[in-house]
């Protein structure tokens, strides 16, 4: 039995809002529900009384939810506002369903008070309604209704009369004028249903309209409730899910190889989701079957493509391993299939106006027995590509317990997706950053090194994972950095990089988070100083230890992974000056960070052929922010100079030739310049970051 939604509105906060200020607070309501619409889905609307800056006299504004927002974070800037009567005056001008997109041009002649936010192409459906206020919105339980074989006599069934139906319509000026129509000829209805799409819903007061809006989901819920006898996708699971623990070592494995192979024009960041919605869908006797007739309701189609790819695997193999070896055998003739079958279908629907066929990789892979991987240019669209696939099983589910599920039209969802209107948003969106699309771990990310490159390389697009052997302190980091850049590009794992599993465990966190690896910084690390003779066999294996074997480690892994996605990468080890220029009383930690770097130089080596890039950058005295700096190093450097600790910074600032500090924020910037293909061309090579030392200049 489905949770009940239940009356989030609380009277005291709204007793003194403004109109405008109502519509944002049921706006934020009825997007903070996913049971109610996903996200960047659905609109709101509400007819404003206000005052014309022109005339002075009193006008009514259309507040209406802008293009490209989301409900349940949007501000009152994220409203178009338009002058209603001038809306309602274009009607004359429209010549008919050919000459739809004409009319997007009109609403910019429409806007009132210089609102710079751009009206959405469901402006028109808000337009005709005679209604105050009017919601908009996409629920599972509605859309199952809409999609069902019969739509219109589930509707007045299940409504009992209360909501209209209309037959299925792309969102635009005629759809609008049809609403107006229904509502003025019908004026008992409380909304509409319109077919594979959603639900209207109206009231003369916002609040009212918010609670019409919740009682029709319930109806529709509580209905479909009653119908659910578990057999929607078959009498029987044709399959058993693997435990939790082996679904992700098994979506660790798959992810990368899926990734690399679909990555051929640019790159792409994964989901992973094995919910119980998902498993139960993935596993049923018909999951082939209903995931061929495709998505439906526009909104899920735009973000999931038609159909999704169902991978050919046997998850009942009888391992882990040979359930991934089954699955690679066949992986390349799979992809290309749906490649080839999407080419066909973009050829047969395809129109002389048409842009060109995007990618023609699936965006939503379905794996019996694991779950469900989406992959996109961005994690946040990966991830919400997954939520808005749950929708469309849960959509499914409904729809088969109502009579049976209905797909959009081949032809319509062409329409859609190749939409001129949605072809101008995705060409005026901005450029993508110099590392958009790649992912990133960083070891040490608890530190002032380490975060420092997470904040550059998360500016530069890159999704980034931070590890430490801190668990609380790189958890703290990772929250902090969430804060500022959105916890989808943002995690964390805690990590020793001196042990194996660990590092095999880390490696295997960030296939799973978000589908790979592309840059490594290799940057944990430890200083101690000791005279040779007082330096202990202890001291000496914890540097090698750290420095060494937990660099080896760490690329050792990285490597598999690169070599999986064959898609090139980049290792970047953080050195020191002191790999170049022996200091005194630091035997261990001048040999280790040498061994590091003949390492990068190996890795060079040996990554080449596979496109994979190794390069050090060295630093030298950053004191501000360093873990390292924090512990007995610092006084144990101040006492080698025969200075005070407060004295260190100042002393290594006047030995640079530069004569200046180094900071975090200056490593990063060397990091940044070799993780992007700005250095694309430069693979076995050393910057030094040290405002200058002339004994470690490398020629």
Request: aromatic share 8%; glycine share 8%; proline share 3%.
């Amino acid at each position: 039995m489905s949770e009940r939604l239940e009356n989030q509105w609380i009277d005291e906060l709204t007793v003194t809002m403004s109109e405008p200020e109502l519509l944002l607070y049921r706006s934020n309501l009825l997007g903070s529900d996913l049971r109610i619409t996903n996200f960047g889905g659905g609109n709101t609307s509400a007819k404003i009384a206000d005052i014309d800056p022109l005339t002075n006299e009193a006008t009514d504004v259309l507040w209406v939810k802008g293009s490209g927002g989301d409900l349940g974070s949007m501000k009152l800037d994220g409203f178009a506002t338009l002058y209603l009567e001038k809306l309602r005056r274009l009607r004359p001008l429209y010549k008919g369903l050919d000459h739809e997109d004409e009319m997007v041009g009109y609403l910019p002649h429409c806007t009132f008070n210089l609102n710079a936010r751009a009206a959405s192409i469901d402006t028109p459906l808000h337009t005709f309604i005679p209604h105050a206020h009017v919601d908009h919105i996409h629920p599972d339980s509605i859309i199952a209704i809409a999609c069902a074989k019969d739509s219109q006599a589930l509707t007045k069934e299940v409504f009992e009369g209360r909501l209209g139906w209309l037959a299925w319509q792309r969102p635009g000026f005629d759809l609008g004028l049809k609403l107006g129509d229904l509502t003025e000829t019908n004026p008992s209805l409380d909304g509409v249903i319109l077919q594979g799409h959603g639900l209207f819903t109206w009231a003369d007061a916002s609040k009212a309209c918010y609670l019409n809006t919740l009682e029709m989901i319930q109806i529709a819920t509580d209905w479909l409730d009653a119908k659910d006898i578990g057999a929607a996708f078959g009498e029987r699971r044709v399959v058993e899910s693997f435990d939790a623990h082996e679904r992700r070592i098994i979506a660790s494995a798959l992810m990368p190889i899926i990734r690399g192979k679909i990555s051929q024009t640019s790159p792409k960041v994964g989901h992973f989701n094995d919910s119980h919605s998902v498993l139960d869908f993935v596993n049923a006797a018909r999951v082939n079957e209903l995931a061929a007739i495709g998505t439906s309701c526009p909104d899920h189609f735009l973000r999931t493509k038609i159909r999704p790819l169902v991978l050919d695997i046997d998850p009942l193999a009888g391992s882990i391993e040979q359930t991934i070896t089954s699955a690679t055998v066949s992986l390349d003739q799979q992809l290309e299939n749906y490649r080839i079958e999407y080419g066909s279908y973009y050829e047969r629907r395809r129109r002389e106006t048409s842009p060109v066929m995007r990618d023609a990789n699936a965006v939503v892979y379905l794996a019996p027995g694991i779950g469900m991987f989406t992959f996109a240019q961005d994690k946040t669209t990966a991830r919400i590509a997954g939520e808005f696939y749950v929708n469309a099983i849960n959509v499914m589910r409904g729809a088969e317990n109502a009579g049976g599920y209905v797909g959009l039209a081949e032809q319509e969802a062409f329409d859609i997706e190749y939409w001129l209107l949605e072809e101008a948003k995705l060409q005026r969106m901005p450029k993508p950053k110099r590392v958009a699309g790649k992912v990133a771990l960083i070891t040490g990310g608890a530190g002032g090194i380490g975060a420092a490159t997470a904040r550059r390389l998360l500016n530069d697009g890159a999704c980034v994972m931070l590890a430490d052997i801190d668990d609380s302190s790189v958890k703290s980091m990772a929250n902090e950095l969430a804060e500022e850049f959105s916890s989808d590009v943002v995690a964390a794992v805690q990590c020793d990089v001196t042990d194996e599993a660990a590092v095999v465990a880390a490696l295997r966190e960030i296939a799973v988070t978000f589908g790979g690896i592309d840059i490594l910084v290799s940057n944990a690390g430890i200083a101690s100083a000791a005279p040779l003779d007082e330096t202990s066999l202890d001291l000496w294996n914890r540097n090698i230890n750290v420095l060494a074997t937990g660099y080896f480690l760490m690329t050792r892994e990285t490597f598999k992974v690169m070599k999986q996605q064959d898609r090139g990468g980049s290792i970047i080890f953080v050195g020191s000056k002191n790999a170049l220029v022996a200091s005194a009383n630091a035997a261990a930690y001048c040999t280790a960070k040498a061994a590091e770097l003949q390492l990068a130089r190996a890795v060079a080596l040996e990554g080449a052929p596979f496109g994979v890039r190794c390069n050090v950058v060295n630093p030298d005295a950053v004191l501000r922010g360093s873990k390292i700096w924090s512990s007995d190093w610092k006084k144990e450097r101040a006492q080698a100079y025969s200075i005070t600790e407060a004295e260190l910074e100042e002393h290594y600032r006047q030995r640079s030739l530069l004569k200046r500090n180094v900071y975090p924020e200056d490593i990063a910037e060397a990091i940044s310049f070799f993780a992007s293909d700005v250095s694309a061309k430069s693979t076995g090579n050393i910057i030094n970051v040290d405002a200058g030392h002339a004994p470690a200049f490398t020629r």
